[in-house]
Nanobody, 121 residues
Framework: VQLQASGGGLVQPGGSLTLSCAAS????????IGWFRQAPGKEREGISCLNIRTGSTYYTDSVKGRFTISKDVASTTVYLQMSSLKPEDTSVYYCASASACGSKEYRYDYWGQGTDVTVSS
């Protein structure tokens, strides 16, 4: 399984950004793609997850209503649309695959490289 995260950048507070996670080599046991983030000096936290088989989604409270996770119909690319961005959203964002959605790192088997998101004026 290979995961390639992209789309990070510098955005002003209140702005929007869409991250992409291109997944390849997924097996029948890889049912979920999650997004995590890690801010400087903080632990990595799970913020959203999509079960690519059922379409069910998960969001942590801090991003609920601002972030939307979705999947390209024709491929296994998973997107994280981020809006109303705040300086506290500044982090390195990672995507990862698992057999089921969850917010804990240990549930995820494969990880993409991180993509930097900076929210600043």
């Amino acid at each position: 399984v290979q995961l390639q995260a992209s789309g990070g950048g510098l955005v002003q507070p209140g702005g929007s950004l869409t991250l992409s996670c291109a997944a390849s080599g997924l097996t029948s046991e890889d049912n979920a793609i999650g997004w995590f983030r890690q801010a400087p000096g903080k632990e990595r936290e799970g913020i959203s997850c999509l079960n690519i088989r059922t379409g069910s989604t998960y969001y942590t409270d801090s991003v609920k209503g601002r972030f939307t996770i979705s999947k390209d119909v024709a491929s296994t690319t998973v997107y994280l649309q981020m809006s109303s961005l705040k300086p506290e959203d500044t982090s390195v964002y990672y995507c990862a695959s698992a057999s089921a959605c969850g917010s804990k790192e240990y549930r995820y088997d494969y990880w993409g490289q991180g993509t930097d998101v900076t929210v600043s004026s």
